[in-house]
């Protein structure tokens, strides 16, 4: 079973401000993936890494994957309302997921 | 548009009775489909493996005789919420998906009274 971590597990912050979630195992993954829910909806696949040190941009959003490819990050530059939710990161095809980091961001 | 159908969206039902809740992947054939439970501010909880044509692997702790699974085509998986007591309120997510994609159905949220 790889253990995922994800930190912090609540982040609450004024719109227009920038912050960065993390990822972290032990375990190496040869793909990770970044999903976001919103509160009574499934999670939404944001994006796959597959290569140590990829970096993915998605708007205002940049994912980097690892050298070592054991973790991740998710950084957002000025964020916006619409940006709250549950970020979960899990890997391969374990589908278990870190407890999250629930993002609340305030007009 | 959504590639996992899940129904229904939302049950409200008595205490001793059963649920049946479907996930369907609507572009794709699955052989393998995965069903959560959430609680409030809670992640995403596993339950169990479902495969198609072959009996479900569940994590442990879930008893498998209280939440049955069956998946019976390459599109539908259905987990039945049997004899349903109130601490079994939850959201419940299926997903489903082609290689190592994952995309979850709409939920649904069982409450029991």
């Known amino acids: 079973t790889q253990l995922l971590e994800q930190s912090p597990q609540f982040l609450s912050i004024q719109e227009g401000e920038n912050l960065t979630v993390y990822c972290n195992s032990s375990?190496?993954?040869?793909?990770l993936q970044w999903y976001r829910q919103e509160p009574g909806e499934g999670p939404v696949l944001l994006v796959t890494?597959?290569?140590?040190?990829e970096v993915k941009k998605l708007k205002r959003l940049t994912f980097q994957f690892g050298d070592a490819r054991k973790d991740s990050s998710l950084h957002i530059t000025a964020a916006q309302p619409g940006d709250t939710g549950l970020y979960l990161c899990a890997g391969n095809n374990d589908m278990r997921f870190g407890a999250g980091t629930r993002l609340t961001v305030k007009p | 548009g959504a590639v996992v159908s899940q129904h229904p969206s939302w049950v409200i039902c008595k205490s001793g009775t059963s649920v049946k809740i479907e996930c369907r992947s609507l572009?794709?054939?699955?052989?393998?489909m995965f069903w959560y439970r959430q609680f409030p501010k809670q992640s995403l909880m596993l339950m169990a493996t479902s495969n198609e044509g072959s009996k479900a692997t569940y994590e442990q702790g879930v008893e498998k005789d209280k939440f049955l699974i069956n998946h019976a085509s390459l599109t539908l998986s259905t987990l039945t919420v049997t004899s349903a007591h109130p601490e079994d309120s939850s959201f419940y997510i299926c997903?489903?998906?082609?290689?190592?994609?994952?995309?979850f159905g709409a939920g649904t949220r069982l409450s029991v009274l």
């Open positions: 997903s489903a998906g082609p290689k190592d994609i994952q995309y």
């Open positions: 375990s190496v993954f040869s793909s």
């Open positions: 572009d794709f054939q699955a052989t393998t």
């Open positions: 890494v597959v290569t140590g040190g």
